[in-house]
């Protein structure tokens, strides 16, 4: 049974700093590539960002582009993002997903709040 398991979110201030993680199970992760996308309030889902295998090979919306950085340890079937410089309009449910095909699967996401 494939499970994602997305932590680390919260309450931040403007200018601040969170680094969500998300521990998968149940698939061979070090042989995917792995997303984090997020979805504001009254908003569709966004893809933040992409991760390839090895993590060698990163992408990013232009939106988080030099803010917000993926990493991953495969040893820990781990997958990161460290945001960076947040603002106020990163406030959103972040979730990690693994594509594949035409299928996705789906974390149950962890809020960030981003306000003063």
């Known amino acids: 049974q494939v499970q994602l398991v997305e932590s680390g979110g919260g309450l931040v201030q403007p200018g601040g700093s969170l680094r969500l993680s998300c521990v998968a199970s149940?698939?061979?992760?070090?042989?995917?590539?792995m997303d984090w996308y997020r979805q504001a309030p009254g908003k569709g889902r966004e893809l933040v960002g992409t991760?390839?295998?090895?993590?060698?090979?990163?992408k990013y919306a232009d939106s988080v582009k030099d803010r917000f950085t993926i990493s991953r340890d495969n040893t820990k079937n781990t997958v990161y993002l460290q945001m960076n410089s947040l603002k106020l309009e990163d406030t959103a449910v972040y979730y990690c997903?693994?594509?594949?095909?035409?299928?996705?699967?789906w974390g149950q996401g962890t809020q960030v709040t981003v306000s003063s």
């Open positions: 149940g698939f061979s992760f070090a042989h995917w590539a």
């Open positions: 997903a693994w594509p594949i095909g035409s299928e996705v699967h």
């Open positions: 991760i390839n295998s090895r993590g060698r090979v990163t």
